[in-house]
């Protein structure tokens, strides 16, 4: 449904997009997850054929976007960052306003408005002023005025961003009710939690390039991080710590927590294998945990860093 390829883009020297290519297919949710900074809007504005770019090219449902732009923009639906609302005007007010932008017809429009309304779920605030509305709320009135068109694919900047939890909740489900109605999205995020929760694949993604991209458990692999069992056992003595270890090389004993640490491919796979061999060591065990390798552990992997706000 969308190739990327070879994409760079550079504002004066700052290279702010470097080489990037990625593919999507219909009906797929994919994320571009990075900190501040990274590329993400660039992206998503070269994409949308706000900026131009240097190097590269897109094609989005088969339609080359450098020299079909204007039939891209009837294919693809814009939630950009910066919430662009009519405080004076209602919430259908603004729907009908941007709507009438894509020159839909009057009663086809009003009955999309209806719609959208519906998918956001602020039918009952339709015909109240936007200055009455809460961030979060104008945000998903933001969502709306990027389906009035019926897009095939829809392009989401950080739409969470300053948002109220129940807001973010509203958000979540509008997505993956649009994912289950077979819309193709595009989501960029410095959030993992988000990423994780709905992104088939992802692109992880900084100062301009993408440094992996694929399903989670694609990334864990490539990144190479392992699940972790720690073992607390009921007797901690010198000696029973150093028969185990010496017999299980692979077995760390950490003196901090006072338990075993065991990196395993699969934690499901081999929990048992690694009980076995503790306790054929003469090890007692009182407690274990498990600490599987989540969206977190594969970024801090392959970035050497955090992502913080
Ligand atoms: P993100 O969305 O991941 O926060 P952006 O795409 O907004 O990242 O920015 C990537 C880099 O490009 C940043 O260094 C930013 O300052 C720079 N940049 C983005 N847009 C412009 C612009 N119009 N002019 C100059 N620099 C820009």
Known sequence: MIQVSSVSKSFGNIKAVKNVSFSIERGEIFGILGPNGAGKSTIVNILSTLVRSDQGDVIMDGINIRDHGDAVKLIIGVVPQEIALYDELSAVGNLMFWGGLYRIPKSELRANVQKTLEIVDLVNRKDDQIKTFS?????????ACSLLHQPKILLLDEP????????????FELIEKLHQEGMTIIYTTHYMEEAERFCEKIAIIDVGQIIAQGTLKELRKFSGVKDLLTIKLADASHV??????????????????????VECGNVGNDISLVVGRIQKSGGVIDRISTQGTNLEAVYLKLTGKELRD
């Open 160 to 171: 969470t961003v300053g948002v109220d939890p129940q807001n973010r909740n509203h958000i």
């Open 240 to 261: 029973t710590i150093d028969r185990i270890t010496s017999e299980n090389p692979s077995f760390r004993f950490d003196s901090a927590s006072s338990s075993l640490k």
């Open 135 to 143: 961030g979060g709320m104008k945000r998903r009135i933001n969502i």
